[in-house]
RNA sequence: UGGGGUGUAGCUCAGUUGGUUAGAGCGCCACGUUGACAUCGUGGAGGUCAGCAGUUCGAAUCUGCUCAUCCCAACCA
């Protein structure tokens, strides 16, 4: 223990949450607190931070789940574990080049005038910039991570990681290269995986066009929502059953505009209800369509370009984009009289996730890995519950998922990124995959090679995060200790994106799961209940508010918001409420340091006798170990706000609201020991307190603690309180001091409500005298006196049964088998009626409420059934209430 | 169409295995600066627990149906 002098133990008027937060983390941090050592005698205790994207800053989701994770690292740490908190920063490809060439654009350039070198030196000059701001802004949370062993995406290491990961999955024969319908964002010219289409409803039409047969003996009708693909239609089809179409199937269509000669074909696939129950099919363009064109061996004829225009596929078309072509077919179709009708259609369109462009399904030539035999482990890993989902129904999802899954698209016609390891010889067709740049041909042995243009989806090297961080291919120490990671802390909008790839990656190249649980919250939105974006111009910028509200406030915020995975609602009131808390535990940390000025350690261990300890003592001792306990059970099951609201209502409304205000009477007044045993439960509480805030308000308890006269070096590297520490101390309170405070509590309570009911004003000092219906009673209440006194505002007490009621205010008070009654004279205080109206509404709910238990009580039914103890408490509480009843219509009558 | 949520005070949400009078924060009303704090204190008002039916001595809690609302997935010629 340590003892400062006492000018030291000072704490500023105000608290300057900036000042203290820059000043606090860059001690923190340069002290090493934050690192973790490879190996130890400690438990290990790792998480891995989703790693931000280097596209810009930090928003309000970042913020929530930093703050779940480094509450869950403070309570590790401070709990006795090696703690690993791993910082990174991902690449995202994607995004990151969408923002540069962006950018560009604004600059007047772009990246093909630049060439790919220059490109990627720009987006490298981004990158330092933007990854550095996201991590001071992590820093700005208070996040403790181990800095020391920040990673990057493209960082050698992690490249080198990704392009075995890609060599060996090829060798492995589940990485193929393969000519398939994929989706194609035409604004990046690149291929997408199904997971990057949003698919959102639109307001389009649906088109009737009138198809004849090449003979001239009819003619039948189809109906589409995009009339140009007509140019690649390789057949129409429709259902083998269809007596409208019978005749129809086997013969040959001209195709309007063209004139191209396609065949009519019979597939159950096609619905009879819709439509004219005929339908095109372009197999280049659909992914239905693609299904069938294979099925039927159709030609699959492509008419887009990379960029989204109509190519040399479409004669007189060739060079429109896809709504201009539109356009066009319909005004020909029309002119030529193939158009039927027009019908208004609301249809869902996918759409490029990142630039927004429609997704073209597009024939191309792309990488694809092979899904189903990485699925399988992943699948038995979390029926088996070796990896736990919280919450649990998440399994579900991610279990469905994962069943119906189709081969994953990772390459990507991008420049920034990983880049594919793969080489294509002039000569032959061999392709030549290889870790490093090859010398040759591996086919022809040929010396012209040339690597491929491509990248790889940048959810291939996150999938494979929780080691490459480690240094994975190496084998380390860092992997032994740490390896599979305890839990995993997401929004459950990228459960398929990244969890699941990255538990069948460490499945596959680990051996085991990357973490034993993934902590699913719920997304961030906005007080109206709205999702947070940009466009709708109401996302928050966590580093807006720390600057107006401090840190603190807003992890607090958060974490007393968190709760069984749903999605949270920001508001701006709570986080007043909670900057709000912030003072009190400040305003409450000075008081108490001014009570703690003249306060002498005594030796570790001390315990003061029990006769200087008072009610108020004994009852904060116990409601401590009663809140460490809530606490920890809270934290153990991620039940954050539980645990965030215990520690609230604590410092609050007993320390504060009780505690703080019971012992002044004793801290001021003339009783040398007993003052001297308040001020050391005083100091450890304080002490118990801060230490047990300091998960989720880092900064604000550090630099009270600080200043506390007992205390250790660092909060952060302090134990975390738990009732199963510090037993002796803990001793001190036990269930019967809370029930003497409960009791002296509602005698307070009591009068308050007489004063506050009939209007007496604060200032006014009253007189009462409690009248106690036992010895129990009576004792404590003697004990209590000066605190009663003080804290009701009273200039007189007596405790005596006899008494006079007349022009007297009373009320009943029982607590576990101790009745009294207070009673207050208001002869020449207030006007009756309103004491008159005070006790009928009193009486009234009493009544009430024995109502309610006689009918219980008088069930044959319930009696019967009902365990003993239940009915033994009914009967309990009549009797209360029947004598509290009999008080109150007494006190009634007096006043009529 | 399928799957999963959610519906409790004016607002945002707690409410364990059914069992006293359904809680908190904010907001609201009244009074107030008493030697930490007006970013505060004390007191108070406010709820047919979405609706209906059922199980039970007893339902916010369990079951079924209905309504509202949100998310995810699929289909959409």
New binding site residues.
């Given amino acids: 223990m340590t003892s400062d002098s006492k000018e030291s133990r000072e704490l500023s008027d ?1 608290y300057n949450p900036s000042e203290v937060e820059s000043r606090l983390y860059k001690w923190w941090e340069e002290s090493g607190f934050f690192h973790a050592e490879e190996s130890s005698t400690k438990p290990p205790f790792c998480i891995i931070l989703p790693p931000p994207n280097v596209t810009g800053h930090l928003h309000l989701g970042h913020a929530l789940n930093q703050s779940v994770m480094d509450c869950l690292c403070r309570w590790k740490r401070m709990s006795g574990y090696n703690v690993l908190w791993l910082p990174g920063t991902d690449h995202a490809g994607i995004a990151t080049q969408s923002v540069v060439e962006k950018k560009l654009l604004e600059e007047g350039t772009n990246r093909k005038d630049l060439g790919r070198e220059k490109f990627l030196e720009q987006v490298w000059a981004w990158k330092e910039q933007y990854g550095n701001r996201i991590c001071e802004q992590t820093r700005r949370m208070g996040s403790s991570l181990d800095w020391e062993r920040q990673v990057f995406t493209l960082d050698e290491g992690v490249s080198k990681a990704v392009t075995k990961v890609f060599v060996d999955l090829y060798k492995q024969g589940l990485i193929y290269r393969g000519t398939r319908l994929i989706n194609w964002s035409s604004k990046l010219e690149s291929a997408l995986s ?1 997971l990057e289409v949003e ?1 959102k409803d639109v307001k389009g039409s ?1 088109w009737h066009i009138r198809y004849p047969l090449a003979d001239g003996s009819g003619s039948l009708v ?5 009339p140009e693909t007509m140019l690649g239609d390789t057949a129409v089809a429709v259902h083998p059953l269809d007596e409208r179409y019978k005749d129809f199937i086997g013969k040959e269509i001209a195709l309007p505009l063209t004139n191209r000669k396609i065949k009519v074909i019979a597939d159950e696939y ?2 009879r209800e ?2 004219s ?1 005929a ?2 099919i372009t197999p280049a363009h659909d ?2 369509d693609y299904e069938m064109g294979k099925r039927h061996n159709l030609q699959f004829i492509n008419i887009l370009n990379r960029d989204g225009s109509l190519n040399e596929q479409c004669g007189e078309y060739q060079g429109l984009k896809v709504n201009l072509a539109r356009k066009k077919v319909i005004e020909d179709l029309e002119a030529k009289k193939f158009l039927v009708k027009v019908e208004p259609h609301q ?2 369109v996918g759409h490029c996730e990142k630039s927004g462009c429609v997704v073209e399904p597009f024939l191309s030539e792309q990488w694809f890995l092979k899904m189903q035999t990485l699925a399988d482990p992943a699948m038995r890993v979390a029926e088996s519950g070796t990896v736990k989902f919280e919450p649990e ?1 998440w399994t ?2 991610y279990l469905h998922w994962l069943h119906n899954i189709q081969d994953w698209c990772v390459s990507r016609q991008l420049w920034w990124g990983h880049r594919i390891p793969a080489w294509y010889c002039d000569n032959c067709d061999f392709i030549t995959v290889s870790e490093k740049s090859p010398k040759e041909c591996g086919g022809c042995k040929g010396k012209n090679l040339r690597q491929d243009e491509d990248v790889l989806d940048t959810w291939f090297s996150s999938q494979l995060w929780p080691f490459t961080t480690m240094g994975w291919p190496e084998e380390n120490e860092l992997q032994k200790t740490f390896y599979p990671t305890d839990i995993l802390v997401t929004g459950h909008d990228i459960i398929f994106f990244w969890v699941a790839r990255m538990i069948m990656a460490g499945l596959k190249f680990k051996g085991d799961v990357p973490f034993r649980t993934v902590y699913l919250h719920g997304l961030i939105r906005d007080s109206q ?1 709205r999702k947070m974006s940009k466009s709708l111009g109401n996302s928050v910028d966590p580093v807006e508010v720390i600057e107006g509200y401090g840190a603190d406030a807003l992890r607090f915020t958060l974490l007393s ?1 968190i ?2 995975g ?1 999605d ?2 920001f ?1 701006q ?2 986080l007043e ?1 909670n ?2 808390f ?3 535990i400040w ?2 940390a ?2 108490t340091l ?1 009570v703690l000025e003249d306060f002498e350690v005594p030796e570790d261990g001390y315990i003061p006798s029990s006769s200087d300890l008072s009610a108020a003592d004994r009852w904060i001792v116990y409601k401590t170990g009663k809140c460490e306990d809530e606490v920890h059970k809270a934290l153990q099951n991620h039940r954050f706000s ?1 645990a965030a ?1 215990a520690v609230y ?1 604590f410092a ?2 007993e320390f ?2 009780w505690y ?2 019971f012992i002044k009477p004793i801290v ?1 007044g003339e009783n040398a020991s007993e003052k001297k045993a308040t001020q050391l439960v005083l100091a450890q509480t304080i002490n118990r307190l801060v230490r047990l805030l300091h998960p989720f308000i880092p900064f604000i308890s550090e630099e009270i603690y600080q200043k506390l006269p007992i205390r250790k070096d660092v909060l952060m590297l302090d134990s975390y309180p738990t009732p199963s520490k510090d037993k002796a101390w803990l001793a001190i309170g036990s269930e019967q001091s809370a029930l003497e405070m409960d009791l002296v509590r509602e005698v307070i ?1 009591a009068i ?2 007489i ?3 009939n ?1 007496i ?3 006014v000092k009253l007189k009462s005298r409690v009248a106690p219906k036992d010895d129990k009673g009576q004792k404590i209440v003697s004990a209590n006196r000066n605190a009663i006194m003080s804290l009701a ?1 009273l200039e007189q007490l007596d405790i005596q049964q006899e008494g006079s009621l007349a022009k007297c205010a009373v009320t009943p008070v029982s607590i576990s088998g101790i009745h009294l009654e207070v009673v207050v004279p208001l002869e020449g205080l207030v006007d009756f009626d309103e004491e008159i109206k005070r006790l009928t ?1 009193v009486l009234d ?1 009493v009544r009430k ?1 024995s109502a ?2 006689s009918k ?1 009580l008088s ?1 044959e ?2 009696l019967k ?3 003993e103890d ?1 009915v033994e ?1 009914g009967k309990k ?1 009549i009797d209360e209430l029947s004598a509290q009843i009999k008080v109150l219509e007494g006190a009634l009558e007096r006043f009529r």
Avoid at 222 to 226: D, G, L
Wanted: with cysteine; proline share 2%; net charge positive.
């Fill in positions: 105000r199904d698919y649906i189809v109906a589409t929502t995009r096609v619905d819709f439509g129950g339908v095109k992914f239905n249809h869902s129904n579900k999802t209940g918001q709760a069984s749903r949270l609602k508001s009131q709570r409420g900057r709000n912030m003072n009190k305003n409450a000075r008081f001014s539980d609201n209502s609050w409304h504060c609201d703080l205000e001021y309570t308050r409500n004063r506050g009911e209007r004003k604060p200032g505002r509404k709910k409420e309610g238990i219980r069930n039914n319930f059934n009902a365990p239940v408490l509480q």
